[in-house]
Nanobody, 125 residues
């Protein structure tokens, strides 16, 4: 069964950091581009970042550029999203997805194969 499982969310104060993980099972991560998006119920999906299969290409939305860093460890079949200098407006449910091509946001957000169940990030004092 093809699956992505996100973890690492939680409650953090403004200015704090979190690292999200996206663990893949049922397929080899090496061959696929992966993206992180965030979405609240009833709201539009917002692409946050993506990374190519080799890790050589990364893209970020303007809202997180300079604060978030995406990386991958293909040996562990896992992709990470390091989130620093978090703001209250970063509060959302974060999902990782297998995508067809890591391009500039928002292009790749319409090319999702499947995604995980999400992990909640809450930034509040």
């Amino acid at each position: 069964q093809l699956q992505l499982v996100e973890s690492g969310g939680g409650l953090v104060q403004p200015g704090g950091s979190l690292r999200l993980s996206c663990a893949a099972s049922g397929f080899t991560l090496d061959f696929y581009d992966i993206g992180w998006f965030r979405q609240a119920p009833g709201k539009e999906r917002e692409g946050v970042s993506c990374i190519s299969s080799s890790g050589t290409v990364t893209n970020y939305s303007d809202s997180v550029k300079g604060r978030f860093t995406i990386s991958r460890d293909n040996a562990k079949n896992t992709v990470y999203l390091q989130m620093n200098s978090l703001k209250p407006e970063d509060t959302d449910t974060y999902y990782c997805a297998r995508i067809r091509g890591c391009t500039v946001v928002p292009g790749w957000t319409s090319r999702l194969d499947f995604w995980g169940q999400g992990t909640q990030v809450t930034v509040s004092s």
